[in-house]
Nanobody, 121 residues
Framework: QVQLVESGGGLVQAGGSLKLSCAASGRTFSRYAVGWFRQAPGKEREFVAAIGIGTAYADSVQGRFTISRDNAKNMVYLIMNSLKPEDTAVYYC?????????????????WGQGTQVTVSS
């Protein structure tokens, strides 16, 4: 079992930056691939970034967002730069019991409660 808690969301102006954190429980966290997803009002939850064996990014955030992890602290981070109003969403951290970073939400077994990110224009 893995429990995930996101933090770091907030309100930021367009062009600004935020750093999201995902704190995980579990002694074997390093074996899990972790992804960030987001869901805007009225839209499907979509992939943002993932880290495991390798990293992956959605085209819409490539070059602006960076995912990283610190297994010693059971933490995963999402650094978001050059934020745009269209990045506004609830951001979710998810973990899957396997080493490969996946882009599909159905591949993930555990989810956090989400943290709101709002980018004003």
């Amino acid at each position: 079992q893995v429990q995930l808690v996101e933090s770091g969301g907030g309100l930021v102006q367009a062009g600004g930056s935020l750093k999201l954190s995902c704190a995980a429980s579990g002694r074997t966290f390093s074996r899990y691939a972790v992804g960030w997803f987001r869901q805007a009002p009225g839209k499907e939850r979509e992939f943002v970034a993932a880290i495991g064996i390798g990293t992956a990014y959605a085209d819409s955030v490539q070059g602006r967002f960076t995912i990283s992890r610190d297994n010693a602290k059971n933490m995963v981070y999402l650094i978001m730069n050059s934020l745009k109003p269209e990045d506004t969403a609830v951001y979710y951290c998810a973990a899957r019991n396997g080493p490969w970073a996946k882009l599909v939400r159905e591949e993930y077994d555990y989810w956090g409660q989400g943290t709101q990110v709002t980018v004003s224009s």
